[in-house]
């Protein structure tokens, strides 16, 4: 009994030891892998790490955000046009318009790349200035200018709407006073294109414009008929006369020509006779005072006088109460002219622009 124990010691003995190596060996082997996947010399299939992997490299941009308003009382200034220059290349990147609220956003721009923002289109109301010319390199998210436009000089008060359109309130442009009297009691045509001109920077003088560059015809009787110039055509008599009459648009056109001619002026006279009460405001608007006909005390024409035209022989009815001033702008219920009667005078909207239309709608303007 004694001797089977032992043997049984012996081989139990053994048997740890072969376990003990085995587990050993086990180990080692596991750890020759595992210093394998990480050797440079060693390689296990399926465990390569691959070197070409390349991580993106992400541009740093930021933006532009401009606010523009009226430098005056803070309204912010609707649709306008910004652009964006690489000052480097010259490359126009984008275009920035401003909102209802004044503001407007670029796209994003790269760090460090020095833009010119440029106010390419102002506001048709404001004016155009250096100021409206920036540089800036661009360093953080979102760079915030605010550009302040002053208004022409023309438009005395505006509001804003809910929309954000600017709206005009009153216009005044600064018209002088040039009356007719006393060397053209019936020259008021020929006047007030001389009160344009002068509000322009020239220096016309109302009797040059009438003897030297006003288209005239003389009345005359023949076969027991009065005859005179057709006033699409010419003066019918002569202005300094009081038996002088009047013409429409396309003479004092001429005249005007003619007189700008002479002096290499730039401007451009243009009959706009048929133009609504709303495209004749929108004249002032941009800065035009209007050459308008009405009649002399607004009322309505009076045509009990009459002759037979020079150029086709047709008899016409000609207002013997027609009247020739310059619209020079509006406020509430009103409007500004420079009558040449009686200087700068305020009259009512409708009264007014009423006798424009029954006397026919005849005006121009010099653009």
Known sequence: MKKMTRRKQKRRKLFRVMFRMLILTCIAIGIVKIVGIFSKDTEVPGTEIPMDIKIPFIKKQGK??????DIDNQIPIKNSQFTVINTDTGELVGKIITDKNGVGTSDLLDYNNIYEIKCAEPHPYYQKSMDDTLILEI???NHELIIESKIHEHIKHVKSSEDGDVVIEEVYI???TVMQNPELPNGCEITSLTAVLNSKGYNADKLEMADVYL????FYRKDGKLYGANPYVSYAGNPREKSGFFSYAPPIIEAANL???????????????GSTREEIIEYLNQGNPVVIWVTLDLSK????YSWHLT??????DMPINLHCVVLNGYVDDNVHVMNPLKGQVLYNADEFFQSYVELGSHALVLQ
Not at 64 to 69: C, W
Not at 259 to 273: A, F, H, M, Q, R
Not at 301 to 304: A, D, G, Q, V
Not at 311 to 316: H, L, W
């Open 259 to 273: 007189y700008l001619g002479t002096v290499e002026g730039k401007e451009n006279p243009i009959d706009i006779s």
């Open 174 to 176: 600064d018209v002088p």
């Open 64 to 69: 532009i955000t401009i606010k523009n308003i």
């Open 215 to 218: 288209p005239k015809e003389a």
């Open 301 to 304: 024409p009076k045509l009990n």
């Open 139 to 141: 360093s953080q998210e």
């Open 311 to 316: 150029d086709t022989g047709e008899k016409i």
